[in-house]
């Protein structure tokens, strides 16, 4: 089925005013300015979905990074590797509950390649103690100028410079606020005074659900390769949304024309975790299902 895929898009400008990145925003109306969110999880699946699947990367940000948000089940599924290193920042959500799992896998997405922003950080002790485990993989954090004190921006600046970590300023309104946090040694800025966020579409082909966990639960079985394909026939849809998704990010290699070409490009591994991401778009966290993606997960994690 065909419809119209939609995010937003929101530029990140440097202390000289270039643009140096995008953070890709939920969306899901041509008409609004803004989304309903009723999970976190579902927002930035269906945001990854309509970029790996529909508009594009490359079409989205340019040579830029794109800063996308992660829930902590999406952090620890691992659904994130599916992207490239090189063009994305996963900005951790300022609610997420950090642990010893969560910790691991931070430190996985960095041993990866991969750059770690915090979200929406409050310059105080409870946030300060609660995210210092992720100090050290950290490459930006976002302050929210809404949410902290005149004081508190200043504070954060200084904080972070001694920890070698960038800072950004988010939310910002007016040019006395933008420059009072230049002087401060900001490094990027983000907000209306520079942009609005931006609508981008693009056609989508949407797969049936069905579909997505008939293959999911196949995986489980480690089918051979004709078998997996042979069942993926069965479902166009799906199969243009995967070639859709592997041909994304070719940079510069012959465009790979069915899915066994796919499948042995990416591996099943990966096939998993793209389907996963599609699961999570459609359901959020709310599996009615007799598994779970972790034990999927766990089932596939030694191919």
């Known amino acids: 089925m065909q419809s119209l895929a939609y995010l937003a898009r929101q530029p ?14 939920f969306r899901d109306s041509p008409k609004s300015d803004t989304a309903i969110i009723s999970s976190d ?22 040579g830029n990074k794109a800063f996308v948000n992660c829930s902590r089940e999406m952090l620890l599924d691992n659904l994130f590797g599916l992207l490239n290193p090189n063009c994305y920042v996963l900005e951790i959500l ?23 922003a915090l979200d929406d950080f409050i310059m105080n002790d409870e946030f300060i103690s609660r995210f210092e485990p ?46 009072r946090c230049k002087e401060a040694g900001y490094d990027y800025f983000q907000g209306f ?10 056609q989508k082909i949407d797969p049936e659900s069905a579909a997505i966990l008939q293959i999911i639960q196949l995986l489980l079985t480690r089918p051979p390769l004709e078998k997996l394909c042979e069942e993926l026939d069965k479902f166009p849809d799906l199969c243009t949304n995967l070639l859709q998704f592997v041909n994304s990010d070719m940079r510069g290699k012959p465009a790979i024309e069915t899915a ?5 490009w990416i591996g099943m591994k990966k096939i998993q975790e ?20 972790t034990q999927i997960n766990a089932r596939l994690s030694d191919e």
């Open 12 to 25: 990140i400008l440097d202390r000289e005013g270039k643009i140096f990145a995008y953070e890709l925003l």
């Open 41 to 62: 999880v579902q927002a930035t699946a269906q945001v990854l979905e309509n970029v790996l699947n529909s508009i594009g990367i490359e079409r989205i940000v340019g």
């Open 94 to 116: 300022e609610d997420v509950k950090v642990d010893k799992m969560l910790v691991r896998a931070i430190e996985h997405y960095k041993s990866c390649g991969f750059e770690i």
């Open 134 to 179: 992720l100090f050290k993989y950290v490459s930006y954090v976002k302050i929210d100028l809404a949410d902290n004190t005149s004081e508190a921006t200043m504070q954060a600046a200084m904080y972070f410079k001694e920890k070698n970590i960038k800072i950004l300023a988010e939310k910002v309104e007016d040019e006395e606020t933008f420059n």
């Open 193 to 202: 005074l520079f942009a609005k966020p931006e609508l981008v579409t693009g």
């Open 260 to 264: 066994k070409e796919a499948i042995v």
């Open 274 to 293: 793209w389907l996963m991401l599609m699961l999570y778009a459609r359901l959020g966290t709310l599996f009615e299902h007799d598994f779970k993606s």
